[in-house]
């Protein structure tokens, strides 16, 4: 199959569910530069970034952690109504929500476009890059997006838990009231109990059908996210979701990330079944640089072939170097043209 031939192919079928952890924010960052040259902060250098040290001195001594995420759990176990805790939540929402993607197209801006409506890209970052990225498609994609779920709150988002409804923080719903307000980011690390708060309870539903059995997605892509210890019960989650291995005996599992392969396979060995995994140390070296809106088409094509060129599908990699987020879009228009005809076609058929 051509690689023309492969741009016209639009299955209706599939989908795919991208995970991204901090380690995906940071590849953004180190690509492009934030706006205003603002650093993205890891849990162990998450003091000295966001300068917080002032407040950490008048945290108890035995309460204290270089980890900063060990550190706010001892916290609020000790005093979940400390003024420390409450100037440390206010430190971090302006650190993160004053943050801006550059005008120049981010590995997010390439990861937006290369997926589509049945699709869903999950993310346990604050920062507000990805919505950043979502906002300014849709001058291009309109409502040929993918959807998104904040599955640790977000600086950009807001919920009204009146009008059970999100999105931009800040935003009023109704003239007389439905303020989105911001979402809460910050969790104890030995309890994180994604129930109790109804705004990250219903991210999670989402993320759970996407990856289930029922849903029909046959891929995951797992993007800078390390399964930390602490955050045992997220991980748990996903995996009760997408099943054991053998129960997705098909279906493409997905990782990018820097760690050597070997820590990557058995860190995620739970979600593979045998070979049936790729990883990759960039996005440009993954399925949604390689086939970008066509993930799922070309997982057809290699897995269940309808004729035998499809077995040789020819990829579609998008170019790594455009200037501006307009030659980005016009080399993938050819796709959504494509994806329009189907969908009239489809809908002709049906009359």
Known sequence: MTREQGINQVFGGGGHVVILGAGASIA????????????????????????????????????????????????????????????????????????????????????????????????????????????????????????????HGNVA?????????????????????????????????????????????????????????????????IFGYGTPVSDIEAVSLLNGAWGTPDQRAMEQFEVIDITPEDILRKRWDGFIHTSHYDISNNYFGSSLAFNPRRTSESYFSHYQPLTPSESFRQNNPVPQNFKNLKELWEWHQPLLDAELEAESRNQNDDK
């Not at 109804?198 to 891929?219: A, C, H, L, P, Q």
């Open 28 to 151: 953004l960052t180190m690509r492009n530069a934030e706006l205003n040259g603002k650093r993205l902060p890891s849990m162990d250098n998450f003091t000295e970034v966001l300068e917080l040290q002032d407040l950490v001195d008048k945290v108890p001594e035995e309460l204290r952690n270089s980890n900063f995420e060990k550190l706010y759990g001892n916290l609020h176990t000790y005093n979940p109504k400390s003024e420390v805790l409450l100037e440390i939540e206010a430190r971090i929402q302006s650190y993160f929500g004053n943050m801006q993607l550059p005008d120049a197209p981010t590995i997010y801006d390439y990861m937006i476009l290369a997926l589509r409506s049945k699709d869903l890209i999950a993310t346990f970052n604050w920062d507000p890059f990805l919505y950043q990225a979502y906002t300014r498609s849709k001058e291009f994609t309109k409502d040929k997006r993918s959807n998104l779920s904040f599955l």
């Open 157 to 221: 988002i807001g919920y009204s838990s009146e009008d059970k409804m999100a999105g931009p923080a800040g935003y009023q719903v109704r003239h007389d009231g439905g303020l989105l307000e911001p979402t809460k980011l910050l969790y104890p690390v030995e309890q994180k109990n994604y129930t109790d708060d109804e705004f990250i309870n219903t991210e999670w539903d989402r993320i759970k059908y996407w990856m289930s059995k029922e849903r029909g997605s046959v891929r995951a892509t």
